[in-house]
């Protein structure tokens, strides 16, 4: 009997392990060559529980942190890949400008000075180690726990992008405004997929946007309606009373615009609540509401909402965790650099490092 005990709890533990070696080879198998998970662990070990630290620092001094984190790591990895361009203060280009002053970011980004501490502070510990795009890439999964995610590993070794333009965002970057349609070809161009397009919007269930944003919906809509008719009506007055026309004294403008939470029930907690209010008519942007009424993906928006279980901690086992896990991953594999003589590392994720400040090569944990 006792022999056969032993040998069910080894068959157990056997079973567990190859459970266990599936995930992390479904995490494996998406990881592009030279990405690897634990990339800093000989090279620079307290690298992931440092911006931890600072990540949680920061969202206990301003809730709405972990947000601008996520939406920092969309917005560069969209853009010329996850090589940290959009730190960038200035471009070689003489006369050019940067992604940083697009409409698309400027003033509405939020959590640079977190990635600046993050690097300097990372700067004292491994000096020349870890680059501004792994320290992004990390910071996005520790906004997304701190908003109640439960993690997921992040696969380490990107270098960071030697330029930065404008130019680059268009057509890059999906819009507020845009349709399902508009939206999966932006996705689809980068590797992803349309669930990932709807997986990805929940991060929407934190954080929020300016008004000049989607006023567009609230006034002057189109010819046979002021609003838009797809919006609630009860929530589009009341999103009236707070944005201000376009054009009126009070709309002119943009950056002293007050911002309103995509989803105001649960607006710093990540959970299903987001998919609920898009459902419901609620969603804040043309984009939100797309996702509703377009046929394609709306089961999937509704599989979501049921979903209660997403983003809980310990919650291992529910399958919106795992795909929203899955698709920050691959999102950040988007057109990354790696290996020696693609970009550099920087010194100051604000500026390209100078010519004769020579970096020495990355290596991985295991070398």
């Known amino acids: 009997m006792a022999r056969f005990s032993l040998l069910v709890l080894a068959a157990l533990i056997i079973a567990a392990a190859a459970s266990s070696s599936l995930h992390r080879a479904a995490v494996d198998a998406a990881i592009v060559e030279g990405l690897q998970v634990g990339f800093y662990d000989r090279t620079c070990p307290e690298a992931e529980s440092t911006i931890r630290e600072i990540v949680n620092t920061d969202k206990n001094n301003d809730p709405t942190i972990p947000a601008g984190l996520i939406r920092i790591f969309f917005h560069d990895c969209f853009v010329k890949g996850c090589d940290a361009s959009i730190l960038l203060d200035e471009t070689p280009t003489p006369g050019e400008e940067t992604e940083k002053q697009s409409p698309a970011n400027g003033f509405t980004l939020n959590g640079l000075s977190t990635i600046d501490v993050a690097k300097s502070t990372i700067e004292s510990l491994c000096p020349r180690t870890v680059s501004c795009a792994d320290i992004v890439a990390f910071a996005a999964r520790d906004a997304a726990v701190a908003a109640g995610h439960p993690g997921y590993p992040v696969a380490a070794g990107r270098r960071d992008g030697l330029g930065s333009l404008k130019s680059s965002l268009p057509g890059n970057l999906p819009g507020p405004g845009q349709g399902v349609g508009e939206i999966t070809r932006v996705f689809v161009g980068k590797g992803m997929t349309q669930e990932d397009a709807v997986v990805l919007s929940g991060a929407h269930s934190i954080g929020g ?82 996702l509703a009424e377009d046929p394609g993906t709306r089961p999937l928006v509704e599989a979501l909402a049921r979903d209660v279980q997403l983003f809980q901690p310990g919650r291992e086992s529910s399958c919106v965790h795992r795909k929203f896990a899955e698709s920050m991953q691959k999102l950040g594999m988007v057109d990354v650099l790696v290996g020696e003589g693609n970009g550099e590392i920087r010194m100051d994720c604000r500026a390209v490092n100078t010519p004769g400040e020579q970096v020495p090569p990355t290596l991985p944990s295991e070398f």
Not at 221 to 245: E, I, K, N
């Open 209 to 290: 946007a300016h008004c000049f944003m989607f006023s567009d919906r609230l006034y002057n809509f189109s010819a046979g309606a002021d609003v838009d008719p797809a919006m609630d009506p009860g929530y589009a007055g009341m999103l009236r009373t707070v944005c201000p026309a376009p054009g009126s004294p009070d709309g002119e403008d943009p950056e002293n615009a007050p911002k309103v939470a995509f989803d105001a029930r649960t607006e710093q907690r990540l959970d299903t609540s987001y998919f609920v209010e898009v459902l419901s008519r609620r969603g804040l942007l043309g984009s939100d509401n797309a």
